[in-house]
């Protein structure tokens, strides 16, 4: 992430002089808390000044629903991620055996159909191309995709990855919509084909600049636009999927686990009550040697 830097006044006592000032009077009440006051003031200006130098227009998201009950399209995206992206990406969270029971194939059935990229079945899925022949290519290491998954929302990574536009200015000829100035090519120009941006006027790190918020298509792919948007979804929910690999399991233990809550909680009420029927307050003592 790129921040711009925010711009301080020179002249203006940083907080370290002040904390200095703080520790030679120690003694002072009122000094101390006039210098946790300036102390807070500069601290407010600097967070006022960065959010100022940060503001940049945003792009909307496009909205997409994946479900991850959908076998076909975990399928259909395990194939694209593990054949396109993983020549970059890695998915370090994933072994290639912990994949069958996500897309709800044998063993045997997952290596006809999808493969282990020639590595052993218990390996961990690692990029296809060494690192160094990468960043010689993109000068920046691709991020775990597992991790960028659990780190994006769905919208996010399928506005991501619809959204390549031309750029001759890139060293890759592409930018982003969402990621502006991405080192990743559009590796999907020849299905999707090529891309033109919706500028508009706006603001970068606080300063005018034109903004992409959306794209028009150019050329056309070898994919119609809904088979390319198809292609799209599936590898999100693929990604979702291998990033947040036990949500099946605890959507399907989530209600018993409830059930098992709420039983423990009348059966603990029902102890509770047998417990006190035996105990006898001091009150009721008074009563009862009274009476005797
Ligand atoms: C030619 C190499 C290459 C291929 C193939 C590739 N990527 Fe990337 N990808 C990169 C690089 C490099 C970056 C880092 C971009 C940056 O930080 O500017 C990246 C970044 C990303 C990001 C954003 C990461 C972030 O920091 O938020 C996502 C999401 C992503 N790739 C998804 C994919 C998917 C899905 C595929 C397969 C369809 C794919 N990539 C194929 C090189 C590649």
């Known amino acids: 992430m790129r921040i711009a830097a925010c711009n301080t006044d020179r002249n203006s006592p940083s907080p370290l002089v002040q904390d200095q000032a703080m520790r030679k009077k120690p003694s002072r009440p009122h000094s101390r808390s006039l210098a946790s006051v300036l102390t807070a003031g500069v601290l407010l200006l600097a967070s006022s000044c960065a959010w100022a130098s940060v503001a940049t227009t945003q792009p909307p998201l496009q909205p997409i629903t994946i479900n991850l009950q959908n076998k076909a399209a975990l399928r259909n995206g395990a194939l694209y991620t593990l054949h396109m ?19 709800g194939l044998s063993k045997h059935r997952f290596k006809t159909i999808i493969g282990t990229n020639d590595r052993h079945y218990h390996d961990i899925i690692t990029s296809n191309m060494p690192p160094s022949v990468i960043y010689a290519f993109t000068k920046i290491l691709p991020p775990d995709l597992t991790y960028i ?55 970068r790190y606080g300063s005018p600049a034109k903004i992409a ?80």
């Not at 890695?90 to 069958?100: A, E, N, T």
């Not at 990621?179 to 590796?187: G, I, R, S």
């Open 213 to 292: 918020i959306g794209v028009r298509p150019l050329t056309r792919g070898s994919m119609t636009p809904a088979q390319f948007d198809r292609t799209a979804r599936d590898i999100v929910t693929f990604l979702y999927a291998v990033a947040h690999s036990h949500q099946q399991e605890r959507f399907r233990l989530g209600p018993w686990i409830i059930a098992l809550f709420l039983t423990l909680s009348v059966l603990t009420y029902l102890l509770y009550k047998l417990y006190w029927r035996r105990v006898m307050t001091s009150e009721e003592r008074w009563w009862k040697i009274n009476k005797q």
């Open 85 to 103: 992206c993983t020549a970059c990406h890695s998915l370090q969270g994933m072994r290639y055996s912990s994949l069958p029971p996500i897309l």
């Open 149 to 203: 998954a659990r780190r994006h929302s769905p919208a996010w990574l399928y506005t991501y990855l619809t959204s390549f536009y031309v750029d001759p200015t890139q060293p890759t000829g592409t930018n982003n919509v969402v990621f502006h100035n991405v080192a990743m090519p559009d590796v999907f120009a020849p299905l999707q084909g090529l891309q033109k941006p919706i500028l508009i006027e706006g603001l």
